[in-house]
């Protein structure tokens, strides 16, 4: 900026003294000249020195291939392939099933179960890098086939056999819910074109029987002529276990009727419980003495009972009813 203005300066002193020395009438050239001068002047104040070394601009990058602007590249033809995907195992869900028997059973059953195989498929670009996973699942068949031995089941009676695959070629059984002691034999067959596994069940002794609360039912309960409380139960499985004996426990417990602002004494008055336990002979019905007091009013009950005998576990079943007395 000062050096502009410095010349400027020296272009007008020059330009006074021209005039001077010509004796020239300088009013109309003074005028156009100074404006001249001062243009020049404007035009070397605008013009700014470089700021510092110019960068070349960077060439365009080159088309790649498969898109347009390539030598090779072609409208009419499809887009690159993606790059491959690669299968990562993760592992297998379990799959269980289970089969139930009974007297109408058939003794042969076959089956065909699957699994799930888990893990991920990735794109693989080479050398150790790959991109996008995503979750990718495979399926395994295996046919089954169940050869169950000839034994005794009662009409009511029902088995269960447990079957659970854990890998392509593996196959569990649990024989928990099964009612005999059975010796299990297992033959696999993996061939080209065919994958099975045989479960032979050979029965040796029954197990004792644990006690199902459909066995007993709750029948009459209430006053008998004599003026105490009884409850009648029926055994519906009184013939199997007919040399046996069974224990029954009646806990009973009757429900106040609830009045607006009832005093908490009356409240606990109202409750009577009734509690008696009796064994007997396995027997078509059992009746026990619940009470020489009666109280009319709603009562609850439980009945628990447990077995004992060769086929009896001695396990405890518990029943749940409801009855009045008027």
Not at 74 to 94: K, L, V
Not at 160 to 183: Q, S, V, W
Request: charged letters at 25%; aromatic letters at 8%.
């Amino acid at each position: 900026m000062k050096n502009g203005a410095a010349f400027v300066l020296a272009a007008l002193m020059s330009f006074s003294a021209a005039a001077s020395a010509a004796e020239v009438n300088f009013d109309g050239a003074k005028a156009s000249g100074t404006l001249d001068l001062m243009l020049e002047a404007a035009d070397l104040k605008a013009q700014k020195p470089p700021q510092g070394p110019q960068q070349a601009p960077k060439p365009p990058k080159p088309p790649q291939p498969g898109h347009p602007g390539h030598p090779g590249w072609n409208p009419n033809m499809p887009p690159p392939p993606p790059p491959p995907t690669q299968y990562n195992f993760g592992g297998y869900r379990e799959s269980c099933r289970t089969f139930t028997f009974t007297a109408q059973s058939p003794l042969t059953i076959n089956e065909e179960m699957i699994l799930e195989e888990y893990g991920q498929e990735c794109q693989d670009f080479g050398q150790g890098f790959s991109g996008h996973c995503r979750p990718a699942s495979r399926y395994h068949r295996r046919k089954v086939t169940i050869e169950v031995g000839r034994r005794q089941l009662e009409s009511w009676e029902t088995e269960r056999l447990e079957l659970c695959m854990k890998d392509p070629k593996r196959i569990d059984a649990n024989t928990d819910g099964m009612l005999y002691d059975y010796a299990v034999a297992v033959r696999n067959d993996d061939g080209i074109f065919k994958r099975s596994t045989v479960f032979t069940l050979t029965p040796g002794a029954k197990k004792p029987a644990r006690p199902d609360s459909r066995e007993l039912a709750i029948g009459f309960t209430g006053v008998t002529a004599a003026g105490d409380v009884r409850m009648v139960l029926a055994d519906s499985r009184a013939e199997y276990f007919r040399d046996g004996r069974i224990t029954i426990t009646a806990d009973c417990m009757r429900l106040p009727e609830i009045t607006q602002n009832m005093p908490v004494e009356d409240l606990l008055d109202g409750f009577t419980k009734y509690n008696v336990t009796q064994t007997f002979d396995v027997a078509g019905t059992y009746e026990l003495k619940l009470s020489d007091n009666p109280k009319p009013g709603k009562y609850m009950v439980t009945v628990k009972f447990s077995r004992s005998g060769p086929l009896s576990s001695g396990a405890e079943a518990t029943i749940i009813g409801s009855f009045e007395i008027r």
